[in-house]
Nanobody
Framework: QVQLVESGGGLVQAGGSLRLSCSASGRTFGRYPMGWFRQAPGTEREFVAGSSWGGGTTRYSDSVKGRFTVSRDNAKNTVTLQMNSLKPEDTAVYYC??????????????????WGQGTQVTVSS
C-alpha cells in the first residue's frame, strides 16, 4: 500500500494559479490509479481529477474541466494538479488519493482506500 504526501497549497487571488503535488512511496506507483479530491467546510468530499494507472486516461469534474490539469510522473512517484483560473469556490482542502493497483478510475470518494493528509487551498475574491 502506498503512502501519500501532498504539498503546494496556499492562498491565491481569484484568477491565479497553484500547483499541487502528491508524492507516493513504493516501487509500483505506475500501477495505482491516482485521484485528487476536495472538501469545503460543511460539504461532502468531491472528485476533482484523476489519472488511471499507467496514466493513459484522465478524468475531471465539470466544475474544473478546462482549468485544472492532472499529470503523473511514474518514474518520480508523483502526481500533480495544475490549477489555473482559480475561483473562490475552489477553496477547499485538497486530498490526493490512490486506489488498489490496476483498479479502474472512479469518481466516488468512498471507493478510494488510501489518502494523503490534505492541503488547504484558499482563493480570495
Amino acid at each position: 500500500q502506498v503512502q501519500l504526501v501532498e504539498s503546494g497549497g496556499g492562498l491565491v487571488q481569484a484568477g491565479g494559479s497553484l500547483r499541487l503535488s502528491c508524492s507516493a512511496s513504493g516501487r509500483t506507483f505506475g500501477r495505482y490509479p491516482m485521484g485528487w479530491f476536495r472538501q469545503a467546510p460543511g460539504t461532502e468530499r468531491e472528485f476533482v481529477a484523476g489519472s488511471s494507472w499507467g496514466g493513459g486516461t484522465t478524468r475531471y469534474s465539470d466544475s474544473v474541466k478546462g482549468r485544472f490539469t492532472v499529470s503523473r510522473d511514474n518514474a518520480k512517484n508523483t502526481v500533480t494538479l495544475q490549477m489555473n483560473s482559480l475561483k473562490p469556490e475552489d477553496t477547499a482542502v485538497y486530498y490526493c488519493a490512490a486506489r488498489a493497483p490496476l483498479a479502474p478510475l472512479v469518481t466516488s470518494w468512498h471507493e478510494w482506500p488510501t489518502w494523503g493528509q490534505g492541503t488547504q487551498v484558499t482563493v480570495s475574491s
